[in-house]
């Protein structure tokens, strides 16, 4: 464990300091093992655990908070509920030689893809373009761990998840999508992937949950109450009502695409099909993932995609554009890797209690 801990202080114009909150800072590699430790004491298999943890830890260590350590009591309660099986074993299946299948057997997306990753890239390089699907899984968190590592090699990645029905498509009157986040990775010469990925509805369904926790309003717009009308109080949307596509009918069919392609395509669960009521506690969606990849050496004319990439960020530059997205998440990695992951001291209790098996 990291030595280094402060105490995060408000000042006042009393010239008092007034204590919110103390921060302990936990290295990546403490923070995966405390992770694991909680998944293997609640049913996982220590492959599935440690897949899961480093996932988690990374969400966190790059500032995606709303997937982070946020989302361990989730995993905790929906493997108490006996909805998700820790110890699947996935079955992967070579289907063309551009499609590779996954049957998850309901366990988690990411040690499928992790099982599945090697054969995939393997069709993409040898074919220049493969599909991987990846059905009957539970996926619970940020998709751009998922794609970072194809455009560190070189390849061009897009993913696409489905949830739980929680937003209400443009014009309808209750929620059949999910919040059905996208991610999408391209290499750029000498420099970090372009990396983005976000929510097809206005806010992650985490956020959401932030937010009330912290007792915070949401932005006009950002979903509805169980009436149907736009609200931005969180406990609203969470309690009968729901999220709305970003960008009205735009966004809504989006979010359609993302049905058909993470659900129709692989065989999971569209968001609005499965029902997790049998099992109280559950939090994790059982649905489909897909994941797109493309080798750029088989395109264009000569000059490789991550040398045009470069261009194309130079004039971003140029044009003013300092927000390349995926920029923040690799500056605080590389922050955090030297000097570790600040926790809240209350989260870092709570995750102790959870491994030793207390609560
Ligand atoms: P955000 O709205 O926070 O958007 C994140 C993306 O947009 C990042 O790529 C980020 O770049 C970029 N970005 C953010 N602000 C700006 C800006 N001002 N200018 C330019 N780029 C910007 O994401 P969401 O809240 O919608 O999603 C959060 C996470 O939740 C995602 O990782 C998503 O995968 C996950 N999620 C998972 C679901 C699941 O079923 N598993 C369901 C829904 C969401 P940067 O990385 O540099 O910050
Ligand atoms: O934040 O919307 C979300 C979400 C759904 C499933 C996992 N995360």
Redesign the pocket.
């Given at each position: 464990m990291f030595a280094c801990n402060y105490i995060l202080k408000c000042h006042y114009d009393n010239g008092r300091d007034n204590v919110i909150d103390a921060f302990e800072y936990i290295s990546e590699k403490d923070l995966i093992a405390l992770i694991a430790d909680i998944f293997v004491q609640n049913g996982c298999s220590d492959f599935v655990a440690s897949q899961i943890a480093e996932n988690c830890a990374s969400a966190e260590r790059d500032?995606?908070v709303?997937?982070g350590v946020f989302r361990v009591e989730g995993y905790v309660n929906t493997l108490r509920s006996g909805w998700v099986d820790g110890a699947a074993v996935p079955v992967i299946e070579d289907k063309a030689p551009g499609v590779l299948t996954v049957d998850a057997k309901n366990g988690f997306a990411q040690p499928a893809l992790s099982l599945a990753r090697e054969a995939f890239v393997e069709k993409v390089q040898s074919n220049g373009i493969a599909l991987l699907t990846i059905g009957n899984a539970h996926?619970?968190?940020?998709?751009?761990p998922d794609i970072l590592p194809f455009a560190q090699s070189g390849l061009v990645a897009i993913s696409m998840?489905?949830?739980f029905a929680c937003s209400v498509p443009h014009g309808a009157k209750s929620p059949v999508f999910?919040?059905?986040?996208i991610?999408f990775a391209a290499p750029v010469e000498g420099q970090p992937p372009l990396?983005?990925?976000?929510?097809t509805?206005t806010?992650?369904?985490?956020?959401v949950q932030i937010a009330a926790k912290e007792g915070r309003l949401l932005p006009d717009g950002t979903g509805v109450d169980d009436s149907g009308n736009l609200t931005n109080d969180p406990e609203a949307i969470l309690d009968g009502g729901a999220l709305v596509p970003f960008g009205g009918h735009k966004g809504s069919a989006i979010s359609l695409m993302v049905e058909l392609l993470a659900a129709g395509l692989s065989g999971g669960n569209f968001s609005f099909e499965f029902d997790w009521s049998t099992h109280p506690g559950a939090e994790t969606?059982k649905t489909g993932q897909i994941i797109i990849g493309i080798d750029p050496s088989f395109c264009g004319f000569g000059q490789g995609l991550s040398s045009r990439a470069l261009i194309l960020m130079k004039m971003l530059e140029d044009a003013g554009f300092d927000?390349?997205?995926?920029?923040?998440?690799h500056r605080l990695c590389a922050e955090r890797r030297e000097h570790g992951i600040p926790l809240k001291a209350s989260q870092v209790v709570r995750l102790r209690a959870l491994a030793a098996g207390a609560v």
């Open positions: 500032g995606s709303s997937h996926h619970f968190s940020s998709l751009w998840v489905n949830s999910g919040t059905n986040p991610a990396v983005f990925d976000f929510a509805t806010m992650a369904n985490g956020d969606p927000a390349r997205p995926g920029l923040r998440r």
